[in-house]
């Protein structure tokens, strides 16, 4: 199977909303930022400054993973691929591409906020270095239990 990482395109709008959802949906629910946001990625992901990659496969978009600027660092965000292809690897290639492009943009960190029942995505998070840090009392996320930092360069 071929992959390819492709940055965002307004013509994968509807399938980044579908890939999101869809995981979303089952094992929480589509809280009020998750609409907005993934019902405008252009105005409130690309436009405010952030980035949003996809994989694809044969013409079919099976991934997507966001960086989104919260004022003075990137968070990794509204990563999903489609059922059917995880297992393979792939989620561990495009969080690896998106590390690799956040090290050319020569930022220091990047920080993600997940849930602990989502145990697959935690142990890939720690396979490719994130570490936990404590999660702040206000989180745009209700899911949110636990945040993570990657260093990707020493922190001062």
């Not at 907005?36 to 409130?44: A, D, E, G, H, R």
């Not at 960086?67 to 989620?91: D, H, T, W």
């Not at 145990?119 to 949110?144: M, S």
């Amino acid at each position: 199977m071929k992959l390819e990482i492709i940055p965002f395109d307004i013509e994968y709008t509807q399938d980044f909303y579908n890939l999101n959802v869809e995981w979303l949906k089952k094992y929480f629910y589509v809280e009020p930022y998750d609409e907005k946001v993934l019902s405008n990625p252009k105005k409130y992901i690309i436009d405010a400054g952030g980035y949003i990659f996809f994989i694809r496969t044969e013409n079919k978009i099976i991934g997507t993973a966001a960086f989104i600027l919260q004022g003075a660092f990137f968070e990794l965000s509204k990563m999903a691929i489609l059922p059917k292809y995880q297992g393979l690897k792939i989620g561990q290639q495009l969080i690896e591409h998106c590390i690799e492009f956040a090290k050319k943009q020569d930022w220091k960190c990047i920080i993600l906020y997940s849930n602990r029942t989502l145990v697959p995505a935690i142990n890939l998070y720690e396979k490719v270095g994130f570490l936990e840090t404590p999660l702040e009392k206000e989180v745009h996320y209700d899911r949110a239990n636990i945040k993570m930092i990657l260093a990707l360069s020493p922190l001062k």
